[in-house]
């Protein structure tokens, strides 16, 4: 397991590497980030970006969204996994947006939560990346990444990966952190064949040192 003093040298390494890691949702509108957040859902940001032109053209705001028809949204976005489901949720959000919050994005995360579809991490990034509220979104990278190196132990669950980023990251890091880890994650320490042989934190890295001794056995 990684010290803080470890984690925390890590991390400078990272936004070394990052510097202007951001959300990579594209969205002109928070109302926008939200649906946007909400369909990447176990799907990727690039395959959410392909279809969210069509939606925002047609559905660019709360109000337009929560008189569509289901079954038009769901032709505008049935390139996205789960597109029935997610399709029912974000029309359904928008009317609550509209009932409950007079079109606007509550700025109460428990509150942001109560809408469908709209989950911590969902949470976390529209507060973090449209309004500046300081959060830590636990996707699959930043999950994977915690552990490999570690700083959570394998059974952590997404919140307790979330709880010791924000205990070991001073607050006012926290969303520019948490794109940084999204990055590395995406980008170098991937799922597969992750890029432990020209990692710059592999001396840190409990997992990039038993898979580079793993290779060299192979070999």
Request: hydrophobic content about 40%; glycine content about 6%.
């Amino acid at each position: 397991m990684l010290t803080k003093k470890q984690f925390l040298e890590v991390m400078d390494i990272i936004a070394e590497m990052f510097p202007d890691a951001h959300g990579e949702l594209v969205a002109d509108t928070p109302f926008q980030l939200l649906i946007a957040t909400i369909l990447s859902a176990q799907a990727t940001d690039k395959g959410v970006n392909k279809a969210t032109p069509g939606l925002f053209a047609k559905y660019p705001d709360a109000k337009s969204l929560a008189n569509a028809d289901v079954a038009d949204v769901e032709n505008l976005i049935r390139t996205i996994g789960l597109y029935r489901t997610k399709s029912k949720n974000i029309v359904k959000t928008a009317q609550q947006l509209i009932e409950r919050y007079d079109g606007e994005i509550p700025l109460d995360k428990k509150e942001l939560q109560t809408l469908p579809g709209v989950g911590r991490k969902t949470a976390n990034v529209v507060l973090g990346d449209a309004f500046g509220i300081p959060g830590i979104a636990v996707d699959t990278h930043v999950e994977r990444i915690s552990k490999r190196w570690p700083i959570v132990k394998q059974s952590a669950s997404v919140t307790e990966v979330e709880e010791k980023l924000m205990k070991w990251l001073p607050e006012d890091q926290w969303v520019d952190s948490h794109h940084r880890l999204i990055f590395f994650g995406r980008y170098h320490c991937t799922a597969r064949s992750p890029k432990c042989d020209i990692c710059p934190v592999y001396s840190y890295c409990a997992y990039g040192k038993k898979n580079l001794n793993e290779q060299r056995k192979i070999i």
